[in-house]
Nanobody, 115 residues
Framework: QVQLVESGGGLVQPGGSLRLSCAAS????????MGWYRQAPGKQREMVAL???????????TYGDSVKGRFTISRDNAKNTIDLQMNSLEPEDTAVYYC?????WGQGTQVTVSS
């Protein structure tokens, strides 16, 4: 089973940026679904950004409504990483962020947005 290790979380002020990275223990080429979810205290886990392989052979990317225009997901098949660039961060973005790849979850990384 693939192992996922997230990094890049931390404390940032409102309006700031962070870049999360997820390193997979095996190739991500050909993955059906990969991306990022988050869970804030007392709330359900929600999708942040997801890359899904489509039948035509390409990928489709979906973002949660609350992060559209601020967050960008990217993949590097050579490095086997999935990154999440987060800009214009808001206190409401505070959560544990989890990497996801074909049914496997990482351990999570804390992101705190506070002044």
């Amino acid at each position: 089973q693939v192992q996922l290790v997230e990094s890049g979380g931390g404390l940032v002020q409102p309006g700031g940026s962070l870049r999360l990275s997820c390193a997979a223990s095996r190739t991500i080429f050909g993955t059906t679904a990969m991306g990022w979810y988050r869970q804030a205290p007392g709330k359900q886990r929600e999708m942040v950004a997801l890359i899904v392989k489509v039948i035509s052979g390409g990928d489709t990317t979906t973002y949660g409504d609350s992060v559209k225009g601020r967050f960008t997901i990217s993949r590097d098949n050579a490095k086997n990483t999935i990154d999440l660039q987060m800009n214009s961060l808001e206190p409401e973005d505070t959560a544990v962020y989890y990497c996801f790849l074909d049914g496997v979850w990482g351990q999570g990384t804390q992101v705190t947005v506070s002044s």
